[in-house]
C-alpha cells in the first residue's frame, strides 16, 4: 500500500477494517477481480501471462499486511483467490453463531460509565458488526436502544428525544444532541 498508514491483519478483531482497506485498495490497482474470481482455464497464451502477473500483484498486496497468524492460514494457496477465500472463511465468520454472539452482545449491552457519545459509538459499532455479518438493524432500533441504556443522569435525554417530531428522530439527532450537551 503506498499510504503513510498500513493496517496489519492481526486476526478477527481488526479483519472488518482490514477487509475494507484491503478492497479499495485492490480496486485502486485494478486488482479486485483476481482475488474474486477463480481463474478462467480458457485464457490464450498472452492472457495468461497477464493474470499471472496479477495474481502476483494481488497475492504481494495481500501477503504484505498480514501479521504472521494470519499468513499461516493461506501458506498452502499458491494464487490469490484461494488466499483471499481462505481468508473469508476464516475471518468472515458468517454463521448463525457469530450472528446470534453479537446480537447477544448488543441486547445485553448497557452504558457504563461513560459519555453519550462514547455509548452510541459504542452501539453503533455493534450494529457494523452485526452488517458485516449479513444483518441489517434499522435506525430505530438503534435508537430505541440508546434509549431504552442511558444513565439516569441522562433520562432528561430520553423524555426530550420523544418531543422531537418523528420525522427528525433520526439516527443523527440524537448525536448532535448529545453532543451539545456534554
Not at 478492497?23 to 480458457?42: G, M, Q, T
Not at 461513560?114 to 435506525?139: C, F, P, T, W, Y
Request: aromatic fraction near 8%; charge should be negative; hydrophobic fraction near 40%.
Amino acid at each position: 500500500m503506498d499510504k503513510s498508514v498500513v493496517i496489519i491483519l492481526k486476526g478477527s478483531e481488526n479483519w472488518p477494517v482490514w477487509k475494507f482497506r484491503t478492497v479499495i485498495e485492490l480496486k485502486a490497482k485494478e486488482l479486485y477481480d483476481v482475488v474474486e474470481n477463480p481463474r478462467d482455464e480458457n485464457l490464450s497464451k498472452n492472457e495468461l501471462s497477464e493474470w499471472i502477473k496479477r495474481d502476483q500483484l494481488a497475492q504481494d498486496l495481500i501477503v504484505t499486511i498480514m501479521d504472521e497468524g494470519p499468513t499461516n492460514h493461506i501458506l498452502t494457496f499458491h494464487i490469490a483467490h484461494d488466499m483471499w477465500q481462505k481468508s473469508l472463511t476464516v475471518y468472515d465468520k458468517k454463521s448463525e453463531v457469530s450472528v446470534h454472539m453479537v446480537q447477544q452482545k448488543f441486547f445485553n449491552y448497557k452504558c457504563e460509565g461513560q459519555g453519550l457519545a462514547a455509548h452510541v459509538s459504542s452501539l453503533e459499532d455493534i450494529r457494523n458488526q452485526l452488517k458485516q455479518l449479513g444483518e441489517d438493524m434499522s435506525d430505530r432500533m438503534l435508537i430505541t436502544k440508546i434509549l431504552m441504556t442511558l444513565p439516569n443522569d441522562l433520562a432528561h435525554f430520553a423524555s426530550a428525544w420523544e418531543s422531537v417530531d418523528e420525522n427528525k428522530q433520526t439516527l443523527n439527532e440524537p448525536m448532535t444532541r448529545s453532543l451539545i450537551e456534554e
